[in-house]
């Protein structure tokens, strides 16, 4: 999608340790024109599949899922990083490798939001090694439910998550999609 | 407003502690529908006040700021929680006292997201003590940044956190206020 590969290259700025940092529009401040505009691609991609709820995981996903949920008219829920005493009762719990932070950390959904009878859209700001997708494609797989599609603002796509969520036979709908990255050459785009 | 105290006896639950739990349609579920409603009262309530940027904090506070900046046409920023390797350079820090979880967190915000120019809504899902608004507040404040108000979906007025912020001159709209909570009287509002 044109209006991100061009934002990424307007304001995007690399870090150490392969680190694309977005957070002048995505990630801490959201430019809301910006994210409506993702959330209506969102739709577009996926208006036909069934989908009845967009699953993403906090914190950064949240404002893009609830962006794109008004264009489907389903609810969102976050997953959630921490077990706080707010949640109680039963949870599906899957680990997750932080990209970002050290060590493993538990990605929990309360069991009464995700059933058998849903179709899920997973919603996310970042696929890289794709930590954090199989953690959520394990949450919704233990409750039995569908998995609609996975759409992500940008993606790696030579850090491998991408392929391992296709070869799950999943499909995955990237709007930015990142071949190369570094601070001498920029970024650049697959396609 | 009559939609959130409605829904609030509809579907929240009493549990331990004085925990409302309000996950099935705010906080870990989001109705957004529900959201798109309260983010066009936030703009009802502020719309003449020069608000350039909505600041909330993660992870709950997301999706209503996002829903609300719609409405004002202007960038959200949330103030992360947890230092990740992705926030670095110079940021505002200011600790926080958890209700949820046990002890102090700190609360940052990139410096380069918040400057004096800035006139500033806070938005965020609960209030009872303030403990993550004094955060906020004082984070606008190291920054130079006029606070133009505090929006809550949910506050619990007998906990003393809107008394104090009403203190400090800011203005604070709360679109249900809770008087008492029990698990056999059940949400009463005030008003």
């Known amino acids: 999608m044109k209006v991100v590969e061009d934002r990424v290259l307007a304001d995007g700025k690399i870090g150490e ?3 694309l940092k977005v957070d002048s529009f995505l990630n ?3 430019d809301i024109g910006f994210l409506c505009e993702v959330g209506r691609e969102f739709h577009r991609l996926f208006c036909n599949c069934g989908v009845n709820k967009i699953l ?3 914190a950064s996903g949240i404002g893009i899922a609830c962006m794109t949920a008004q264009f489907f008219n389903v609810p969102v829920v976050f997953a959630k990083k921490t077990k706080t005493v707010n949640i109680y009762g039963d949870v599906y719990t899957a680990k997750a490798l932080s990209y970002t932070r050290d060590g493993y950390y ?3 959904v309360a069991k ?3 059933s058998s009878s ?3 859209l997973i919603i996310d700001d970042f696929l ?3 930590n954090a997708l199989r953690a959520l494609i394990s949450l919704i797989c233990g409750a039995g439910a569908k998995i609609a599609g996975v759409g992500i603002v940008i993606e790696k796509i030579y850090q491998g998550g991408g392929d391992y969520i296709k070869s799950l036979g999943i499909r995955l709908e990237s709007l930015a999609k990142i071949s190369s990255m ?3 050459g920029g970024v650049c785009f697959a396609e």
Do not use: C, L, R
């Open 118 to 120: 849903d179709n899920v």
């Open 56 to 58: 993403t995981i906090e």
């Open 28 to 30: 801490h401040q959201i």
């Open 106 to 108: 538990d990605v929990t």
């Open 128 to 130: 890289a090694k794709g």
């Open 112 to 114: 009464e939001f995700i």
């Open 17 to 19: 340790g392969d680190v």
């Open 182 to 184: 570094d601070k001498t």
